[in-house]
């Protein structure tokens, strides 16, 4: 078996539909096989795969255990020389996992790689990053990030090169690789930063990560968090937090939780400065500083611990 291809689903039926069929029309020129992991979804999406995909194999959850759970069940269950994470909310094109498998084998060196990512509109996504510091959390929290735009990221996105780590949208990992580092580290839970820990883990152990350009897919993006989105912000800077506190210690991560609340504190003295005037009193304005308050909230607590799940 050359590739398992790993997709987890919650409550995401039409897209994982589009996904499977993207996968099953597209792929040819290796052996591989499917392991949709389901969440407990109560939109169907378990019947469809069972009555449009019948060579998919399925694991069900009876609750729903997150991105970095889930994805590890179904690399526990996959028997190919590679795995391949990938969100339900993408579109596979042309033949691109066979030339992604093909560049993998051709660069032994490589323990992951991503892919290029297009929006719906064709337009790049930004799908690699370097690894976090406190110096880029800076930059990208306060206007220096205007002044200084190419100090946190590498722009040229639709460039084949090694970068540092690659988004879980699409990440095809060797597995022996991953058998030597291990799978997502659950701390992160049920996403967020679990991607940027394993590739980590990965540069780590002496692999390199690759963004692959010969080869694309189309991501749609969010569409499993929009309907939460105060929560899931949280949980976004939680897991930079326990990223810090894990690879840098905990004065690290402290003080990063100190940077991030300034950050915040500057943040909502400029939208609340925006309500002051009535063109800027807009219904996104008032969003952001809902959002940027429960924040600050959330940084206030030491330990960052999370409200429950909406």
């Not at 039409?14 to 389901?38: A, F, K, N, P, W």
């Amino acid at each position: 078996m050359d590739l398992s291809i790993v997709v987890v689903n919650t409550n995401t039926l039409d897209l994982l539909r589009d996904c499977l069929e993207s996968v099953y029309q597209t792929t040819t020129g290796i052996e591989y096989e499917v392991i949709v992991v389901d969440n407990n979804s109560i939109d169907g999406s378990v019947e469809m795969v069972k009555r449009q995909f019948p060579k998919a194999r399925i694991i069900q959850n009876d609750r729903n255990l997150g991105f970095p759970v889930s994805n590890n069940r179904g690399f526990e269950a996959g028997t190919g020389r590679y795995v391949l994470a990938l969100n339900p909310d993408t579109i596979v094109q042309g033949n691109a996992l066979e030339v992604v498998v093909r560049f993998l084998d051709e660069h032994r060196e490589a323990g992951a790689a991503g892919i290029l990512t297009l929006n719906p509109d064709g337009t790049v996504q930004p799908t690699y990053e370097r690894f976090p510091t406190l110096l880029s959390q800076v930059f990208y929290t306060t206007p220096l990030k205007r002044l200084f735009p190419h100090h946190v990221a590498n722009q040229d996105f639709g460039k084949h090169k090694e970068v540092d780590w690659v988004q879980g949208s699409f990440l095809m990992m060797r597995k022996t690789a991953l058998d030597e580092v291990g799978m997502f580290d659950d701390r992160y839970s049920p996403l967020y930063s679990e991607e940027t820990d394993l590739c980590y883990r990965i540069k780590k152990a002496g692999w390199l990560i690759y963004h692959v350009t010969t080869a694309s897919i189309i991501h749609f993006g969010g569409q499993t968090t929009k309907l939460m989105d105060t929560w899931f912000f949280l949980q976004l800077h939680k897991s930079k937090f326990e990223f810090f506190r894990k690879h840098r210690g905990v004065l690290y991560a402290q003080t990063y939780r100190c940077v991030r609340m300034l950050a915040c504190f500057m943040r909502l003295g400029q939208l609340a400065a925006r309500l002051i005037v009535p063109a800027g009193q807009s219904e996104y304005v008032r969003k952001r500083l809902r959002l940027q308050w429960n924040l600050f909230r959330f940084l206030l607590n030491p330990g960052l611990r999370m409200p429950e799940l909406p």
